[in-house]
């Protein structure tokens, strides 16, 4: 694979990055909470891109993979922060934004901060609003009260066996970021891959951004047995369509 990596330096902060080049509008990665550029959905998006001669950049955020700084300094702020200087140094004509749970939501607020530089948005089990709206209603009043008292909780999770440290500060500043109810000015098309089973982002929430959405060229593809990965090979195959259907469009 002929891909280039590099690093970006972004409000004093080295942010690692990898471009598979190609034409057409630059597929662009966003990742989730905690996740790496290096996952199963990213990879597979870069060996599509390398196969079809396709532009695909991906990147881990402040506090994540490859990257400089502590996963506790980084907020919905800083992190949209970090997607914005990568699109406005590294991609040069209209991009696609591929944003997988924390990173549907991201993807979102780019879309609405860069209008014009956006050809279109692949959602995957997009966690609009999650500080707020999923992540504060599941941690009940002793969590609630040790974050207070301490500044930040460890969340016990089946992707990290030892957990994810989510500060206030995170939640105060997330909800500055809500999207929901909407409407949501964005008029790019949108295709949203939805698992049925999924335990950390329910399809009703995913759907809730879906009817948000102002566009009108909108797919909403639930996937009945899928869970919030998505990364089966079936699951892969449906990211893959989506991808390319917004790239011959774009």
């Not at 891909?3 to 970006?8: F, K, V, W």
């Not at 930040?152 to 500055?176: C, F, M, Q």
Request: hydrophobic share 45%; proline share 6%.
């Amino acid at each position: 694979m002929s891909e280039a990596l590099g690093h970006l330096m972004a409000d004093g902060v080295r942010l690692a990055w990898r471009r598979t080049p190609g034409h057409g509008p630059t597929l662009l990665w966003l990742g989730g909470f905690r996740s790496e550029m290096s996952g199963t959905k990213a990879q597979t998006l870069a060996d599509w891109a390398d196969a079809t001669g396709h532009d695909f950049l991906r990147f881990d955020y402040l506090g994540h993979g490859l990257s400089e700084g502590t996963f506790e300094e980084g907020t919905i702020t800083r992190w949209r922060e970090d997607a914005l200087a990568i699109v406005d140094a590294l991609v040069e004509g209209p991009a696609i934004l591929v944003g997988s749970s924390m990173g549907g939501w991201l993807a979102c607020l780019v879309a609405l901060a860069r209008p014009e530089r956006i050809a279109g948005l692949l959602l995957v089990a997009p966690a609009a609003d999650f500080t707020e709206r999923l992540l504060k209603p599941e941690m009940g009043h002793r969590a609630l009260a040790e974050i207070e008292r301490l500044g930040v909780w460890n969340r016990p999770s089946d992707y990290d066996p030892g957990g994810y440290p989510i500060t206030r500060r995170l939640l105060e500043d997330g909800a500055r970021w809500s999207l929901l109810p909407g409407p949501i000015p964005v008029d790019a098309p949108v295709r949203i891959l939805q698992g049925g089973a999924d335990p950390d982002v329910p399809w009703r929430h995913a759907l809730d951004l879906a009817q948000a959405l102002r566009c009108d060229d909108l797919v909403f593809s639930l996937v009945r047995d899928g869970d919030h990965r998505l990364s089966r090979p079936q699951d892969l195959a449906r990211l893959l369509a989506f991808a390319e259907e917004l790239s011959a469009a774009g």
